[in-house]
Structures are given as structure tokens and as C-alpha cells.
């Protein structure tokens, strides 16, 4: 044990200072560095626990302490994987495209040989034919119908006569205080006044010199033909536009269709 103390200066130390007598920490079990290690606190720092295991080892060498572990550098910054993502995505949407496009190729493959192309081709221009031509045929047609009038029309104005003409007496007029001349074989009368009987039915010239006012209502009852060329009102440009979206289909598909004049469509 002496020998112990002299290689030990802080165990005499220790013992000096207890009157001679050992420490009664030496006294207690020694236990094994690891375990004194993994008994204390894990966040204490490292020159903590060598202090902490310092007066319980006693004589021993301090038992090395596994080093800390360094803590991940965070100043490399946050960095997004973008580039594989999108271009899998791509490729997937455009695989999936290609695959429905090959599919409906595949579909209109398979149908051709029942389709008919020269009869589709028929159709289309009886089709695009009787369009064009009746557009053309509402452009140059006309709106002829009789349409009836009956109604009066008021008749208000001055008639002016001045003309011979010849009246015929309706009954016996007499003309009292004439002057009457007469010469026969046997007696001569010479402006002498007399009364003068006409008989009915004498037709007498006058002279008629005078104005007749006129105000009355004239009935009026006929049928008014009406002729109206569609070409020629508001109609013609719809119809002339309706010609032309036409147009252009009608040509691919017949291009020495004529108009009804005999004129080409497709110039």
C-alpha cells in the first residue's frame, strides 16, 4: 500500500488530509469505467464526466471517452430534385398518348376496307352540291303572289265646267213674257210679247260654265300582282355568304362544279 501512496501522490495527499486513514471513498466498490461512463448524463460535457470519474477510480488511468459526434452541417441549404420527376411524368404522358393514337390508327386500319372512299366521296358531293345550288336557286328567286285590296278612298275637290252640250226637257215649260216675231203668208207679227208653252221632251243647246265642288268616298276593290327578286333585297347577302363558306368544300371535292348560268364554281 505504501508503495501505492508513493507512486500515488494524490492518494497521500487524500490521506494526509484524513489523519493518516484512507479516504472511505477509497473504500467503496470500484466499478468499471464504462459502466460510470454510460451511468451519466449523455448531454454533460466531456470535461464533466472526466471530473466525475476522477475520485472514484481512485489510482486508475482515466478511461478515454468516445469523441462526440459531429453535428450535420446544415449550411449546404435545401436543393430540390425537380429534373428526374418532371421528365418521368413527361414520358409517361407521352407514352400514354402515343399508345391511344395507335390505337385509334390501328381502329381506322382495321375499318377502311368497309368504308367505301369513292361513295363517301358521292355523298359528300350531292351533299355540298344541293347546298350550294339551293342557296344559289333562294338568291335568284322571286316572291310573286296577287294580293287583293279592298278599301275607299276619300275623293274632296273643285270640278270646273265650261262646255256645250244639250239638254232634253223632262215636262211642259212655259215662258211667260216672251217676245216672239212671226211672219207667214197671212199675218206679220213683230216683237210682240207673248207665253211661250214648250213641250216635255224638247232638247235645247246650252252652255254649261261652272264649278262643281266634289267630297265624297270612292270604293276601291281590286288584285295587285307583286314580282319581288329575293337578289335584290336584304336576303341576297346572307344567301350569297351561305355560298360562300361553301365554296371551298364544294371545290375539293368536285372541282368543275358550274353555277346554275353554267358559269364555274372554282374560279
Not at 70 to 90: E, L, Y
Request: with cysteine; proline share 8%; net charge positive.
Amino acid at each position: 500500500m505504501a508503495e501505492a501512496n508513493k507512486k500515488d501522490p494524490a492518494a497521500r495527499m487524500r490521506e494526509l488530509l484524513n489523519g493518516g486513514k484512507p479516504s472511505p471513498v477509497a473504500r467503496l466498490p470500484k466499478k468499471n469505467s464504462a459502466e460510470v461512463v454510460s451511468s451519466l448524463p449523455q448531454k454533460e460535457e466531456t470535461s464533466t464526466k472526466q471530473m466525475a470519474v476522477a475520485p472514484l477510480t481512485g489510482t486508475k488511468k482515466k478511461a478515454a471517452l468516445p469523441a462526440a459526434p459531429k453535428p450535420a452541417s446544415v449550411s449546404k441549404g435545401i436543393r430540390f430534385n425537380f429534373g428526374p420527376p418532371f421528365w418521368t411524368i413527361a414520358s409517361i404522358f407521352s407514352m400514354t398518348v402515343n399508345i391511344i393514337l395507335v390505337i385509334v390508327l390501328l381502329t381506322v386500319m382495321s375499318n377502311l376496307k368497309k368504308f367505301n372512299l369513292g361513295s363517301a366521296m358521292n355523298i359528300g358531293n350531292s351533299l355540298l352540291g344541293g347546298l350550294y345550288t339551293n342557296f344559289e336557286k333562294m338568291d335568284r328567286a322571286h316572291i310573286t303572289t296577287r294580293i287583293p285590296v279592298q278599301t275607299t278612298i276619300p275623293v274632296k275637290f273643285d270640278l270646273a265646267l265650261n262646255q256645250q252640250t244639250s239638254v232634253v226637257l223632262s215636262q211642259d215649260v212655259t215662258i211667260s213674257n216672251a217676245r216672239v216675231t212671226v211672219n207667214t203668208g197671212g199675218l206679220n207679227i213683230t216683237n210682240a210679247l207673248t207665253t211661250i208653252v214648250l213641250p216635255q221632251g224638247t232638247t235645247l243647246p246650252i252652255v254649261l260654265n261652272l264649278t262643281v265642288p266634289v267630297d265624297t268616298t270612292v270604293p276601291v276593290v281590286l288584285n295587285v300582282d307583286v314580282d319581288i327578286p329575293l337578289e335584290q333585297t336584304q336576303l341576297h347577302e346572307p344567301f350569297s355568304g351561305l355560298q360562300d363558306v361553301i365554296k371551298p368544300f364544294y371545290c375539293m371535292v368536285n372541282p368543275n362544279a358550274l353555277k346554275l348560268n353554267g358559269q364555274p364554281v372554282c374560279k
